[in-house]
């Protein structure tokens, strides 16, 4: 937290160690309460950001490798001073689209993948499923429950090699504000035209 807070740049207007604490630090954390990914072996986290969740994860989860998955160098930069800082091991910042590592390293490399204020769950079942080996669990963090934007995600999930699985509230800090844990499992092979060129699943979702 002492480290965001002097971080010279950072790409979050929250700062103050008490806010981190709540907003970023314990809302990360809550998705431990998914036994998969409380159990992971390589966790990808998608569109990372300064590192939330993925540096609390890899804090959390010491015997766990981590990747974070961001496009953004800026962002990248501030994550990779944040682990030092940490005195985290076990990450590393893949600094490309998801499509683009997902397309060559990061084919089904992964045991869980994560994504947390992203992007709609359509799209981001699509980022994440070339990512997953067969069994694996995709974790998403959300707020308010959209019926629309479910239905949306658990059809994309159906095309993908996905199952829709359950929606856990997240209630155990005051900053949680209706947010949700939503859960994907990797029931089937992803077809092979997948990942898509970068941006298409944002600019054409399956649903």
Do not use: Q
């Amino acid at each position: 937290m002492g480290a965001l807070a002097a971080e010279a740049d950072p790409p979050t207007t929250i700062r103050d160690p008490a806010a981190v604490l709540d907003r970023h630090i314990a809302d990360s954390l809550s998705g431990l309460e998914i036994r998969a990914l409380a159990g992971g072996h390589r966790i990808g986290d998608i569109g990372a950001g300064a590192g939330f969740p993925g540096l609390v994860l890899a804090a959390a989860l010491p015997t766990a490798r981590v990747d974070l998955i961001e496009s953004a160098l800026r962002k990248c930069a501030v994550a990779e001073r944040l682990a030092t800082a940490a005195g985290l091991s076990n990450c590393g910042i893949r600094a490309m689209r998801a499509e683009e590592w997902a397309a060559g390293e990061g084919a089904e490399a992964y045991d869980v993948v994560t994504a947390r204020a992203v992007a709609p769950l359509a799209v981001l079942v699509e980022y994440a499923a070339p990512l997953l080996r067969s069994g694996g669990t995709f974790v998403a963090w959300k707020g308010e429950r959209d019926g629309a934007e479910e239905e949306a995600g658990a059809l994309a999930a159906d095309a993908l090699g996905l199952a829709a699985g359950e929606v856990r509230p997240v209630a155990p800090f005051p900053e949680a504000r209706a947010r949700h844990l939503h859960v994907f499992s990797k029931v089937a092979l992803t077809p092979a035209r997948f990942p898509r060129r970068t941006g298409v699943a944002r600019k054409r979702p399956l649903a």
